[in-house]
């Protein structure tokens, strides 16, 4: 496989301009989506993680991890779920000094309105392109991932496709 020149002459920005233009057009239309819900792209994601573990809760450090965020950013964001009265907070049995954060009833609907909106997008994107074009999108994820030693919750990383498309 063919590599690009990777000096002064290779071309500025021809992987990370693309990436962060297409994370934050595809935030801009998750928002777009869920304006009715009342909840953002990230909101939308931390609902109907929390939802998906609410037999157990979720601890405040995996809503960092998962958002990648700051913790500042974090606590604002969980503010504003538990005014609107769509989380709440439970003490972690197994470490008296955390909190276990669970959805309510509202929650719990609104984060699977959101996870349903964005999979139709998910699959709206997955059908304008081929599993060579997945295949290369991975490959751009492990080349970003070896490069710059991060590794993000499986939430957040493309996986690789499964069934067969041309």
Do not use: C, W, Y
């Amino acid at each position: 496989m063919a590599r690009r020149p990777a000096g002064p002459r290779a071309s500025p920005f021809r992987i990370l301009s693309p990436i962060h233009q297409a994370n934050r057009q595809a935030s801009l239309r998750i928002d777009a989506l869920l304006s009715d819900l009342e909840v953002s792209a990230n909101e939308g994601q931390l609902l109907a993680f929390i939802a998906a573990r609410q037999d157990v809760g979720v601890p405040v450090t995996a809503v960092v991890r998962l958002l990648g965020v700051p913790k500042s950013t974090i606590t604002s964001l969980l503010k504003r779920l538990e005014r609107a009265g769509l989380i709440h907070r439970g003490q972690n049995p197994n470490d008296a000094r955390s909190q276990l954060l669970f959805v309510t009833d509202n929650g719990a609907q609104t984060g699977q309105a959101a996870r349903e909106r964005v999979q139709a997008l998910e699959h709206r994107l997955q059908a304008r392109v081929s599993d060579a074009d997945m295949r290369a999108l991975a490959r751009v994820v492990d080349a970003v991932t070896a490069e710059t030693g991060i590794n993000l919750p499986a939430e957040n990383v493309p996986r690789r496709p499964r069934g067969r498309r041309k």
